[in-house]
């Protein structure tokens, strides 16, 4: 009897410790949000130790000895099912974070930060070599960390680091799975080209296109996706992202005035974060259990929006007039037929974000190699602009003219997030079988997004997805949801039959 109330007051204890920690950390990505969308560039520094010393102290919350005696007090408690995998989900937290020492902790936000800042002029100027020497001290802290939580979690220096985005993930079966993605890609981008050049080329409608109304545009589908702007906004960066809290989502996106589609298609993306974010178990807020389940699963909430609903021709039918509304649009251009053949695009390009879904995975696969390369000593970092390129050659065949549209586009390894990449394509893989399951279950799905109403698409992801939160394991949410573990063949179904006219 006594026992018992050690071990539930050790629970509790613990439920009180996570929440704090993860308030400053709340904190922290409220202030990421600021400097990559509102900070003048004068407050980076102060910034840096600000976040710096945030990071210090959600570590010290985890590394007091304290925690350790309490979570092998909490083992024996007569837990329910939920706290049972908030105890797991604690556990898995508190082991990455007290495989580092605090100073590393510290200087690992610091020099994220410093790089980071370098990184945007950088690549405005197209010059790698600028951004070199703080991307060579961040990335000597990164493989440090990486040591030191592979020694803790039993794995690899990159296994160690995928391991924060995506739990449980392991590179052996990523290896697989690419390698599965690679037999099949540069025949079905060979088979979509050909097929694409003997049908009308689309036709871009007539510009420019005022940021304004670009605006204005994805404010008008985050509605229609159920984005709740009491609880969320839109801004601009020079990433897009989805960043805040689960109360207080903060999406950004870009916009060029010579096409709308790649600012309205950033928002969507980002609003499948969002919702995601938002649709999480209000129950467990604060909680491990209570987060979202992993990268993968989170990119998956995005491409599910973005490609899987949002580049239908369902959804294009709905939107098209909106579109053409939107920017006083008349003629065949802005016709859905139209748009339909302009969203589903396939081409050779140089960057990611813009990359249509067929191709997108070949630039996912290029970033994981060299990163695994760079993490585990087999490449220099000044040899990512030959790498990349060469590696862009070979899967995509094209080659980046500058390095703005090269190594240098993306924020992830400028900012310190080393082993998140292989998450997109999971994700996408992800994505592809949960709208199957979710059609499956729903037939009316696409009759209803073809009438801007995503309220069945939404109520099953939240109740087989977003409700669950961290409740489950990766692997056992999806065979919860699609009843079968990550099965490249179906997101393979889906692209022959969205683009080559496959039954």
Same mark, same amino acid.
């Given at each position: 009897? %006594?026992?018992?109330?050690? $071990?539930?007051?050790?629970?509790?204890?613990?439920?009180?410790?996570?929440?704090?920690?993860?308030? =400053?950390?709340?904190?922290?990505?409220?202030?990421?949000?600021?400097?990559?969308?509102?900070?003048?560039? +004068? +407050?980076? %520094?102060?910034?840096?130790?600000?976040?710096? =010393?945030?990071?210090?102290?959600?570590? +010290?919350?985890?590394? %007091?000895?304290?925690?350790? =005696?309490?979570?092998?007090?909490? $083992?024996?408690?007569?837990?329910?099912?939920?706290?049972?995998?908030?105890?797991?989900?604690?556990?898995?937290?508190w082991v990455h974070e007290t495989a580092l020492p605090a100073d590393l902790v510290e200087a690992l936000s610091r020099a994220s930060s410093a790089c980071e800042q370098v990184w945007r002029k950088a690549r405005a100027d197209a010059d790698f070599a600028a951004v070199l020497p703080t991307l060579k001290t961040l990335l000597g802290l990164v493989r440090e960390a990486a040591a030191a939580k592979g020694a803790a979690l039993g794995c690899g220096l990159y296994d160690a680091l995928l391991d924060e985005y995506e739990p449980g993930g392991r590179s052996v079966e990523i290896d697989a799975q690419f390698a599965e993605l690679e037999e099949f890609l540069p025949g079905l981008i060979k088979a979509v080209l050909e097929r694409q050049s003997k049908s009308p080329a689309p036709v871009m409608p007539d510009g420019p296109f005022s940021v304004e109304r670009q605006k204005a545009l994805g404010l008008r589908m985050m509605q229609a996706l159920g984005f709740d702007f009491t609880h969320g906004r839109l801004d601009i960066s020079l990433h897009p992202f989805c960043g805040g809290t689960p109360d207080d989502v903060r999406i950004t996106t870009r916009y060029d005035e010579n096409d709308f589609t790649s600012g309205m298609m950033g928002v969507l993306h980002e609003t499948g974060h969002a919702l995601y974010e938002r649709g999480l178990p209000v129950k467990w807020r604060g909680q491990p259990v209570g987060a979202a389940r992993g990268m993968s699963m989170h990119e998956s909430q995005s491409l599910l929006v973005e490609m899987q609903a949002c580049r239908s021709s369902e959804f294009l039918g709905f939107a098209a007039p909106l579109i053409a509304e939107t920017f006083g649009g008349k003629g065949t251009a802005w016709e859905a037929d139209n748009l339909l053949r302009l969203y589903g695009q396939v081409e050779r390009s140089f960057i990611r974000v813009d990359a249509d879904e067929v191709t997108y995975p070949a630039h996912v696969i290029l970033r994981y190699r060299i990163e695994r390369a760079l993490i585990e000593g087999d490449m220099k970092p000044e040899d990512i602009p030959g790498a990349w390129n060469e590696g862009m050659s070979r899967l995509l065949g094209v080659v980046p003219p500058n390095d703005r549209q090269g190594c240098l586009q993306d924020i992830h390894w400028y900012d310190g997030a080393w082993g998140y990449f292989p998450t997109y394509t999971l994700g996408a893989m992800t994505a592809a079988q949960l709208f199957d399951a979710a059609i499956k279950a729903v037939p009316a799905i696409p009759e209803a997004i073809g009438r801007g109403d995503f309220a069945p698409l939404m109520g099953w992801l939240g109740e087989n997805v977003h409700a669950l939160g961290s409740f489950l394991p990766t692997r056992d949410l999806l065979i919860r949801a699609t009843g079968r573990p990550l099965d490249v063949s179906i997101f393979r179904r889906h692209l022959e039959r969205r683009y080559l006219g496959k039954t």
């Amino acid at each position: 009897q %006594e026992g018992t109330t050690v $071990k539930q007051g050790a629970y509790h204890r613990l439920e009180d410790r996570f929440r704090r920690a993860n308030a =400053v950390n709340d904190a922290r990505g409220m202030l990421h949000w600021d400097m990559a969308a509102m900070m003048p560039p +004068g +407050g980076a %520094e102060g910034r840096a130790e600000q976040l710096a =010393v945030l990071a210090g102290l959600s570590h +010290g919350l985890m590394a %007091e000895p304290e925690t350790a =005696v309490l979570l092998d007090a909490a $083992k024996d408690e007569p837990l329910d099912a939920w706290q049972s995998a908030n105890l797991r989900e604690m556990h898995r937290r508190w082991v990455h974070e007290t495989a580092l020492p605090a100073d590393l902790v510290e200087a690992l936000s610091r020099a994220s930060s410093a790089c980071e800042q370098v990184w945007r002029k950088a690549r405005a100027d197209a010059d790698f070599a600028a951004v070199l020497p703080t991307l060579k001290t961040l990335l000597g802290l990164v493989r440090e960390a990486a040591a030191a939580k592979g020694a803790a979690l039993g794995c690899g220096l990159y296994d160690a680091l995928l391991d924060e985005y995506e739990p449980g993930g392991r590179s052996v079966e990523i290896d697989a799975q690419f390698a599965e993605l690679e037999e099949f890609l540069p025949g079905l981008i060979k088979a979509v080209l050909e097929r694409q050049s003997k049908s009308p080329a689309p036709v871009m409608p007539d510009g420019p296109f005022s940021v304004e109304r670009q605006k204005a545009l994805g404010l008008r589908m985050m509605q229609a996706l159920g984005f709740d702007f009491t609880h969320g906004r839109l801004d601009i960066s020079l990433h897009p992202f989805c960043g805040g809290t689960p109360d207080d989502v903060r999406i950004t996106t870009r916009y060029d005035e010579n096409d709308f589609t790649s600012g309205m298609m950033g928002v969507l993306h980002e609003t499948g974060h969002a919702l995601y974010e938002r649709g999480l178990p209000v129950k467990w807020r604060g909680q491990p259990v209570g987060a979202a389940r992993g990268m993968s699963m989170h990119e998956s909430q995005s491409l599910l929006v973005e490609m899987q609903a949002c580049r239908s021709s369902e959804f294009l039918g709905f939107a098209a007039p909106l579109i053409a509304e939107t920017f006083g649009g008349k003629g065949t251009a802005w016709e859905a037929d139209n748009l339909l053949r302009l969203y589903g695009q396939v081409e050779r390009s140089f960057i990611r974000v813009d990359a249509d879904e067929v191709t997108y995975p070949a630039h996912v696969i290029l970033r994981y190699r060299i990163e695994r390369a760079l993490i585990e000593g087999d490449m220099k970092p000044e040899d990512i602009p030959g790498a990349w390129n060469e590696g862009m050659s070979r899967l995509l065949g094209v080659v980046p003219p500058n390095d703005r549209q090269g190594c240098l586009q993306d924020i992830h390894w400028y900012d310190g997030a080393w082993g998140y990449f292989p998450t997109y394509t999971l994700g996408a893989m992800t994505a592809a079988q949960l709208f199957d399951a979710a059609i499956k279950a729903v037939p009316a799905i696409p009759e209803a997004i073809g009438r801007g109403d995503f309220a069945p698409l939404m109520g099953w992801l939240g109740e087989n997805v977003h409700a669950l939160g961290s409740f489950l394991p990766t692997r056992d949410l999806l065979i919860r949801a699609t009843g079968r573990p990550l099965d490249v063949s179906i997101f393979r179904r889906h692209l022959e039959r969205r683009y080559l006219g496959k039954t």
